[in-house]
């Protein structure tokens, strides 16, 4: 971009963030979506109402992000019955990501990374972290990268259950639909497309989406109300 005065500048982004809430009982879901994490939680708790989903067990599955760790728990500190899981997609993701630049090569992070995620996968969070601060320091090549990602999982340790029961009882360790619902109502549409987005554009688009596969959309435009409710 050329600015007055001849002197070029690369032009400074900024960025919407919508927050997408998948939400899902038995065969049905509903998706929420509005700009920022306050806003859709409190979405969120209009729709436990609406649908008389106070008795039930509210999970969350997050990407292990602080703030929306707290947020969460914050919102909800009235409801009696809740927990938060660190999805394991996000949480592999980021394992394998600092490894990456935290080691050596390839070899020795593989090596690492095939004792590290069976630890993690049974939820031994300790050991992982032990084991991680054994490491040769002949092998790491970032000692700042290897520290945070200790930090990481000192952080979450809460949210890191045994994974491998869980899959043993049929219950989720992922927010895999979660992340496809972000897709379908936001990404698809608004990234990679060399395309800007106002920030009420931006929102207004992805709610246009979610209405649609809310099943939605009629309702809203013939009488501009929804039924707010889980649906097939």
Known sequence: MRQKGGCSEERKRKYV????????????????????????????????????????????????????????????????????????????????????????????????????????????????IALIKKTDSDQIKNEVVMEKLIEYLYRNKPYIPCYAIRKQLGLRNSSNIGEKMNDLVVSNRQKHNGMSWSKPGSVALASLTALKRNQEYKRWFENGELEFKLAA
Not at 58 to 76: A, E, P, S
């Open 17 to 128: 963030h919508n927050t997408v809430v998948h939400v899902s009982k038995g065969g049905e879901s509903y998706t929420l979506n509005t700009y920022g994490i306050k806003a859709v939680l409190y979405f969120l708790m209009a729709f436990i109402f609406n649908n008389d989903l106070i008795g039930n067990r509210l999970q969350f599955f997050t990407d292990g992000h602080t703030v929306l760790n707290k947020i969460i728990l914050k919102c909800f500190n009235w409801f009696k019955n809740i927990g938060i899981i660190l999805d394991w997609y996000h949480l592999e993701k980021k394992c394998k990501e600092q490894l990456s630049m935290a080691m050596k090569g390839r070899a020795v992070r593989n090596q690492l990374l095939e004792q590290l995620m069976p630890l993690l996968w049974h939820g031994l969070t300790d050991k992982a």
